[in-house]
Each structure stands twice: as structure tokens, then as C-alpha cells.
């Protein structure tokens, strides 16, 4: 082994189980550091220069308090595509991939589509790189947020149209604008917090993560009263779920009038989304 990667070792095994800190070592060799692959599992060693140690530093120190490695990169992998990420805005999940894949599936190449609470904008802009014909509008409250968003759909050569927005108190006058909202908002619940990691719960925006233990379904229920409004006849809703609530998301849905209201799994078998018709 060589001495950088001994010494990688060394400063994160404190904080990071074995096969972790293997697979960190890697990253920040040749992902941060620039690294040839080849050159990191023949065990050649790498010449730093004082910058590049200061770098190494950087990183170190920013692993030891637990910063997510995407944030530290700057960037992560969503449906093939490469998008900012930075704190204050929450890292798009695999899950979540799950959830375009199956709208790519199911719904129109000319879809209106409306994303509540748009994070990166991983969503949105995936639907308007994949359907280029899709109207696409993406919605979040925090500011930071949409100009990470904003960002990522110039790169990426997206057209979204992001607009600053608090889903629980704007005020809606857009009558059967959309034919699919789609939300994958703050669910997790306040109880649940103590079995979190500390790459999440130190360094990602609780804006993005958590509601209230007595209103587990506050963005749900108010999404799907905006619905009622904002979707066209047969519009749908698409929502990303608290694996514990499938049964009472579709109850809710129903006593709000919509239709063909179904639970779908993700690769994990989880209840984890839930789709409605209006
Ligand atoms: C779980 S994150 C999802 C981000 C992104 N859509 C994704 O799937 O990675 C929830 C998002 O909802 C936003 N949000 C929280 N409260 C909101 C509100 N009242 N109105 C609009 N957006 C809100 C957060 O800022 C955050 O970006």
C-alpha cells in the first residue's frame, strides 16, 4: 500500500467502518486527487504538491465531521446524468431515479408537469431532458435550492421553469394547467430522526427532510388539494412516500375524491410511491 493511501486510512478508520474507509480511500485518490485507477490498485505512490496537500487536508477534515463525499465532489450521479449538489440542498436518491423511470413509463411526451419542491432540480430536469416535449415547472421554497436547481438545468440544457414558492401557503390560480404533479417532498418523520447517520442529519437542510410526528402528511394532503385545482380531468398525481404511510396516503387520496389510487414498491420492497388520478 502506499503512503498516501496508508495515511488516508489512518485519519478516517476513527470514524468509518472498514469496507468505508477502503472505498473512500479510492474516491479520494482518484476522484479528488486525480489518481489513475490503475496506478491506485498497482500501489503506486502519488507526488503532492503543497496545494494538493492542503487539498488532501480539506477533504480529510471535511470526512472526519461526517460531510457527505457528494457535497465534497460537488456532484452526483442522477439517471446517468451529472448534477450539483452543495449543502442546502438535499442529494438525490436512488428511490428517486425509481420514481422518473416509472413516470417515463407511464406518462405523455407533451405531459404539463409540475415538480413540488424540486431540490437539485433532479427531477424535473430529467423529465424535460427525457420528454423534450413536456411543459416542465418546478417549484421549492428555498433559494438556495433553485439556484442550485437553476444551475444544474443551464449544464444540463434543460428548459425548466423554476419558480420560488412555499407549497403550504402560496395561493394558486393555474386551473387544469397540469396533466402530472409530481412531488417527492419533506417526509421523515421527527421520531425517526435518532436512527439517522450523521452524514444526514448534520449536513443535509432539515427544510428538505423533515415533518412534524403529528402531521406526517402535511405536503401530501396539501398537494393533493392544490390538485383538485391545478390538474386537468385524468391529470395524476406521482409522489414519493414514507415507506411507513402507503396505506394511509391511499385512504387520504380517496376521501379526496381521486381514482385508481395505487402504491407502488421500490427495488427494496418498500411501499414507496404513490400515484393518483384526478
Ligand atoms: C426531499 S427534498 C426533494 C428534493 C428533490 N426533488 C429530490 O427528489 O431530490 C424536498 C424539497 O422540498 C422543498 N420544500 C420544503 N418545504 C417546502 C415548501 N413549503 N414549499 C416548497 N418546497 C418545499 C425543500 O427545499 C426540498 O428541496
Known sequence: ??????????????????????????????????????????????????KKEQELEDILQRLSRFEPLQYIEGRTLFLGREFWVAPGVLIPRPETEELVELMLKEIPADARILDVGTGSGCIAISLAKELPDALVTAWDVSPEALSVARVNARKLQANVRF????????????????????SNPP????????????????????????VPDDDPLRFYRRIAVLGRDMLADGGRLYFEINRAYGREMVEMLRTM????????????????????EK
Open 1 to 50: 500500500m502506499n503512503k498516501i493511501v496508508a495515511y488516508i486510512r489512518s485519519r478516517l478508520q476513527p470514524y468509518y467502518t472498514a469496507e468505508e474507509v477502503s472505498a473512500l480511500s479510492r474516491i479520494v485518490c482518484c476522484d479528488l486527487l486525480g489518481q489513475a485507477p490503475t496506478d491506485y490498485y498497482l500501489g503506486k505512490d502519488i507526488a503532492l504538491s503543497p
Open 163 to 182: 419558480v420560488e414558492c412555499d407549497v403550504l401557503a402560496c395561493q394558486v390560480d393555474e386551473v387544469g394547467l397540469y396533466d402530472v404533479i409530481v
Open 187 to 210: 417526509y421523515v418523520t421527527e421520531a425517526e430522526k435518532a436512527d439517522m447517520e450523521p452524514n444526514v442529519l448534520q449536513w443535509e437542510p432539515s427544510l428538505a427532510l423533515f
Open 257 to 276: 375524491g381521486y381514482v385508481r389510487v395505487r402504491v407502488k414498491k421500490d427495488l427494496s420492497q418498500n411501499d414507496r410511491f404513490v400515484i393518483a
